[in-house]
């Protein structure tokens, strides 16, 4: 699946949005991909997510658990695991931190696949990646539908991004007259209270 593929699943779902985002990182961009009018269709998930897989396998092996952060990561997190075979759980904020709980573990050494959504500096895969390791995982890979970073997220371990974008990206105060002059809406969920 090429970057085009990608984007076409997220135009046609009507999620490749335009305007004035408040990202999860804090900062602020003109593109918001809102994945979440991609997953609620299934077809389109198993579409993405089964590509995912195939790039994992390629690039890493076989895996022994999928990995993911709540809430963004859980849909891609499942179906990508779906596909590799392997279990699908997720991590949570705790306290500020990322953290298994709801009875999830992994056994120390596990081959992980950690799974995001769409990554834009990195901040929760690099999170989500020291959660497993603070547990004895192995993170073979930090993977994500899109890496919106051009590939300069660090995300904590070898990235593996379905579709590579660079998106503009800036600090609150460091935004473009154009940007700054339209209503920022803030769509993510980082700041969900659990």
Known sequence: ???????KEFREAGALREGHFVLSSGLH????????LVFM???RA???CRALARLIRERVGQVDVCVSPAVGGIIPGYETARHLGVPSIYIEREGGKLRFRRGFGIEPGARVAMIEDIVSTGLSSRESVEAIREVGGEVVCAACIV?????KADPGAPMIALATLEVPAYPADALPAALASIPAEE???RRLVA
Request: hydrophobic share 25%.
């Open 147 to 151: 890496d919106r970073s051009g590939g």
């Open 1 to 7: 699946m090429t970057n085009d593929d990608v984007l």
């Open 187 to 189: 769509p993510g969920s």
């Open 41 to 43: 269709h299934p077809d």
């Open 29 to 36: 961009s003109p593109v918001f991909l809102q994945k979440n």
């Open 46 to 48: 198993e579409r993405l």
